[in-house]
Nanobody
Framework: QVQLVESGGGLVQAGGSLRLSCAASGRTFSSYIMGWFRQVPGKEREFVAAIRWSDSSTDYGDSVKGRFIISRTNAKNTVYLQMNSLKPEDTAVYYC??????????????????WGQGTQVTVSS
């Protein structure tokens, strides 16, 4: 069974940085797509970034492109989301997601089968 556990959320001032981690277990993830989504109460889940485990190809949502960086490490089976130049509008619960797929460009939450529990990120102005 795939398990995804996020960590690294917290409170940060606008302009600051945070790094989120997603520890993945239960599978060999070399054939998986790993994604980050975020959600604000009352709004739909928004695609943030994705990485194809096999070759580290990446994809970013327009609102975070140039500020956020997704990466992964084999040694720890962990996916990271480095968030820089944070804005108050980045405040949300951030979720890690995974799916057995070789396709990069999966941006809908229904494209992902496995989800973590989420971690809160709050950016103060």
């Amino acid at each position: 069974q795939v398990q995804l556990v996020e960590s690294g959320g917290g409170l940060v001032q606008a302009g600051g940085s945070l790094r989120l981690s997603c520890a993945a277990s239960g599978r060999t993830f070399s054939s998986y797509i790993m994604g980050w989504f975020r959600q604000v109460p009352g709004k739909e889940r928004e695609f943030v970034a994705a990485i194809r485990w096999s070759d580290s190809s990446t994809d970013y949502g327009d609102s975070v492109k140039g500020r956020f960086i997704i990466s992964r490490t084999n040694a720890k089976n962990t996916v990271y989301l480095q968030m820089n130049s944070l804005k108050p509008e980045d405040t949300a619960v951030y979720y890690c997601a995974a799916d057995y797929s070789s396709r990069i460009g999966l941006r809908r939450d229904q494209d992902y089968h496995y989800w973590g529990q989420g971690t809160q990120v709050t950016v103060s102005s």
